[in-house]
């Protein structure tokens, strides 16, 4: 199993910053996942951390927006950057450790911009 | 990994059985059906997963058709905590390196 845990759980911010989202997990994993959840919809990906290389971005999304950082196997960043009200979301950090079949997910952090 | 088809939205009385259907027709012999959920503001949450015999754990019974086909997950005896998105959900075990793709789900409503 895999307890993951997010910093901010919540923040508002102004268009134009940024906000760097801290992931922290209590087992060291190769693979992290960084999801978005606009309201109301469901759970898109945005990319896949892998430690000691650079993350990998779904379609869509793109490293100046959504800079990651993986410095080791238990913590991962998302920052993104130049916000808009557009960006207003939950992100959520994820893991599948080893050989699991079951992929964990954190509690969010449910950003808004005004 | 095949395309899946839920209900928008289903409601279950509180204390009876809550049966969620997926439809998953273009599922191929090597992928597994698992189950997800989303209560509100938290993340998701694994249920259950089967490859092609019925499957059952504390929280839940997988039901799979024979021909694979389509699935239906059943909450024997639904609580107004099981009011949640449940996320059908077909891919290859593939060890970890994929995330998992999300439709958009069924949301239920448990009432009182």
């Known amino acids: 199993s895999a307890v993951i845990s997010q910093k901010p759980s919540r923040d508002i911010c102004q268009r134009g910053t940024s906000l760097t989202i801290q992931c922290q997990v209590d087992?060291?994993?190769?693979?992290m996942f960084w999801y978005r959840q606009q309201p109301g919809q469901s759970l898109t990906l945005i990319a896949t951390?892998?430690?000691?290389?650079?993350?990998?971005?779904e379609s869509g999304f793109v490293i100046d927006k959504f800079p990651i950082s993986r410095p080791n196997l238990t913590f991962s960043t998302l920052t993104v950057s130049n916000m808009s009200p557009e960006d207003s979301s939950i992100y959520l950090c994820s893991v599948r450790p080893g050989l699991s079949y079951e992929q964990y997910f954190g509690p969010g952090t449910r950003l808004t911009v005004t | 990994d095949a395309k899946t088809t839920q209900p928008t939205s289903m409601d279950c009385a509180e204390g009876r059985a809550a049966n969620l259907p997926c439809n998953h027709s273009t599922i191929s012999g090597n992928e597994y059906v698992y189950w997800y959920r989303q209560i509100h503001s938290q993340g998701p949450q694994y249920i259950i997963h089967?490859?092609?015999n019925n499957e059952t754990n504390e929280m839940a019974s997988l039901i799979i058709t024979e021909d694979r086909k389509s699935s239906t997950l059943i909450l024997p005896h639904a609580t107004l905590r099981d009011t949640a998105v449940y996320y059908c959900i077909v891919r290859v075990e593939d060890t970890g390196r994929r995330a998992l793709t999300f439709g958009s789900g069924t949301r239920l409503q448990v009432q009182p």
């Open positions: 089967g490859l092609k």
């Open positions: 087992s060291q994993v190769t693979m």
């Open positions: 951390a892998n430690q000691g290389s650079e993350a990998t971005y």
